[in-house]
């Protein structure tokens, strides 16, 4: 019997999928169907209160750049967050954020998230209210009580700070600049007044994440969430302008390797990614390591996302886009693909393969197994491309057939994916 469960700052997810805050846990009818769909957990959107009882505009926020069309479930999509005034505003749509939804106050959202907390228990599903952020600058300790607490009274079973400055709000800020505003104070505020397990947010686009980790975690943090979303500017060539400031940004599949990176590093201070020689390595012997849980949030399309994860060191994943992409259905799909890959690897828990991520010393990077492409010469044209693109000049045309030598050849695949009939393929 496999266990998908994962056992955290007090809590028990059944499996380590939690949907992120987001269009998909906007209103109760949203969250209602993530639960209903298996997954862990839900974080219920953030509350950006900017101004205590005031109903904020409704805003459009979210579209898809860049990615193709038709293969955006499967490929290789970036999307984009906005805060541009939506122009659609419908005032009998359900409270909520995004397009047509008029935002609640407090008071409405704490009603709708003690919705979200009663069905939770019929759904075996934890749930974690997000609370914060969207002008930070605005954020005193008050409002972060206040909005703790309302939480906490809805029966949250714990609460996600949405720390950083804004980039709309506070352009040029960023959380290294003042990590007692916007980590310490909400942390210390938020756990004082809810007794809750808190965890922060920190987004890799407003500062160094991995020390904002550490500060977050001196500060009483339960539990750290990174995010990959970048501010950034798409430029509109036909209109030769960007129509609104990007906020949170730009994310996607193609960061997943970069939330790698941050996770391992995190978990292993002492051991910089960047510094794979020992000798290098000990020059950072005083730095410190995240030891509280990590919860990823970015990128996440797919099992073995989620497996990465874990095996660098998180003790669950967030995910939020490929939600909205796929629908709820996801939570299946990425339970069956890490339950398959368990059962095929001998694990019987998360615990047994969790963190297991170390680094190789420079002596052993020898013994990695080395791609060796091969040519099937049914399947060459005889089009030279990949003669031309070996980095290493390793192919050569011998009776118009492709042929590789493999004394030169460093197994760098760029052949295999250039190769137009597919003729190249790869052996260990
Ligand atoms: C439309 C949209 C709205 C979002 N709203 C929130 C929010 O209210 N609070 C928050 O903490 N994160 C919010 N996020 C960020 C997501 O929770 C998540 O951290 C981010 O999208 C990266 O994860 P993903 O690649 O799985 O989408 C939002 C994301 C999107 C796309
Ligand atoms: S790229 Fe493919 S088809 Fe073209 S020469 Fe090389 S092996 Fe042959
Ligand atoms: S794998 Fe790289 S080095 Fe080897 S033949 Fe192909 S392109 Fe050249």
């Not at 073995?304 to 998180?314: E, F, H």
């Amino acid at each position: 019997m496999i266990d998908l469960s994962a056992e955290f700052a007090g809590l028990k997810f059944k499996n380590p999928l939690i949907v992120g805050a987001g269009p998909n846990t906007k209103s109760f009818p949203n969250a209602l169907h993530c639960m209903k769909a298996g997954f862990g957990g839900v974080v219920v959107r953030s509350l950006h209160m900017q101004y205590p009882g005031q109903h904020l505009l409704p805003v459009r926020e979210f579209w898809n750049i860049y990615g193709d069309r038709k293969k955006i479930r499967k490929g290789f999509y970036s999307l984009q967050s906005t805060a541009a005034p939506a122009q659609r505003v419908n005032e009998k749509a359900p409270l909520g954020w995004g397009g047509a939804s008029r935002i609640p106050t407090l008071d409405e959202w704490a009603g709708e998230v003690r919705k979200i907390t009663e069905a939770a228990k019929k759904y075996d599903c934890v749930v974690i209210a997000s609370i914060g952020w969207c002008g930070s600058n605005l954020s005193t300790e008050e409002l972060w009580k206040a909005e703790a607490e309302a939480m906490a009274a809805a029966g949250v079973d714990a609460i996600q700070l949405h720390t950083a400055p804004s980039p709309a709000t506070e352009p040029g800020r960023y959380i290294t600049m003042d990590p007692k505003k916007y980590l310490e104070m909400p942390i210390k505020a938020v756990k004082e007044s809810t007794g809750l397990p808190v965890f922060a947010k920190i987004p890799v686009d407003c500062c160094d994440t991995i020390a904002s980790a550490v500060v977050a975690q001196k500060a009483g943090a339960d539990g750290v969430v990174p995010v990959t979303r970048w501010s950034s500017i798409t430029i509109d060539i036909e209109n030769e302008k960007d129509p609104v400031w990007r906020g949170p940004g730009i994310g996607g599949p193609w960061s997943v390797p970069i939330m790698n990176g941050l996770i391992f590093r995190m978990r292993n201070a002492k051991q910089p990614i960047s510094y794979i020689f020992q000798d290098s390595a000990e020059q950072f012997l005083d730095s410190v390591s995240v030891a509280v849980p990590i919860i990823p949030s970015g990128g996440v399309r797919s099992g073995s996302d989620v497996i990465g994860y874990l095996i660098a060191g998180a003790n669950a994943s967030e995910i939020c886009a490929q939600v909205i992409l796929e629908g709820t259905g996801v939570a299946k799909r990425i339970e069956r693909e890490i339950y398959e890959w368990m059962e095929q690897k001998g694990y019987r828990s998360i615990g047994e393969f969790q963190g297991s991520l170390r680094l190789l010393k420079h002596d052993e990077a020898k013994d990695i197994p080395q791609w060796m492409p091969a040519v099937d010469a049914a399947g060459c044209n005889a089009c030279e491309r990949c003669v031309k693109a070996c980095p290493n000049s390793a192919i050569k045309m011998l009776d118009n057939i492709a042929s590789i030598d493999e004394d030169y050849c460093e197994g760098c695949r760029t052949c295999y994916y250039i190769c137009p009939t597919e003729a190249i393929s790869l052996g260990l």
